[in-house]
């Protein structure tokens, strides 16, 4: 698992390396974005050829996937104060765990079964119920 419940401390530690992989995406996001304001504000709207019709709906995707992005927490220790409550979904038949922080945005726990879930799971919960 790689995940660590450090009951002593309160808090979860979270081994995936998610932070790199991330600033990957956003980086590719931002040229993407940066390569459709190029071609749209370069090019006069009569000479458009199909490349630049084709990179503005690949530049909107881009924009809205940054935004999606910014609103994901890449903690590696979140501390179980600052977790507001689990959320269990599903994803192509796929269950997933992500946790939603009381900063607004949500961190995704790289979870292998439904029983790593329900530990996890119960973790947060009975902490949660300790403290009120």
């Given at each position: 698992m790689k995940i660590k419940l450090?009951?002593?401390?309160?808090?979860?530690?979270i081994d995936?390396?998610?932070?790199?992989t991330y600033w990957m995406l956003k980086f590719v996001m931002f040229t993407n974005i940066f390569q459709m304001l190029l071609r749209v504000f370069?090019?006069?709207v009569a000479n458009w050829d199909f490349l630049t019709w084709l990179w503005i709906p690949i530049g909107?995707?881009?924009?809205?996937t940054l935004y999606?992005?910014?609103?994901?927490?890449?903690?590696e220790v979140i501390p179980l104060d600052e977790i507001q409550h689990p959320?269990?979904?599903?994803?192509?038949?796929?269950?997933?765990?992500s946790l939603k922080l009381k900063n607004g945005k949500a961190r995704h726990i790289p979870t292998h079964s439904i029983k790593e879930m329900e530990q996890i799971q119960?973790?947060?919960n009975s902490s949660q119920k300790a403290t009120t």
């Open positions: 450090d009951e002593e401390n309160r808090q979860l530690k995936d390396n998610i932070k790199i370069k090019t006069p909107l995707v881009s924009l809205f999606y992005f910014t609103n994901l927490s890449t903690k959320i269990l979904k599903n994803f192509f038949g796929r269950k997933r765990l119960k973790f947060i």
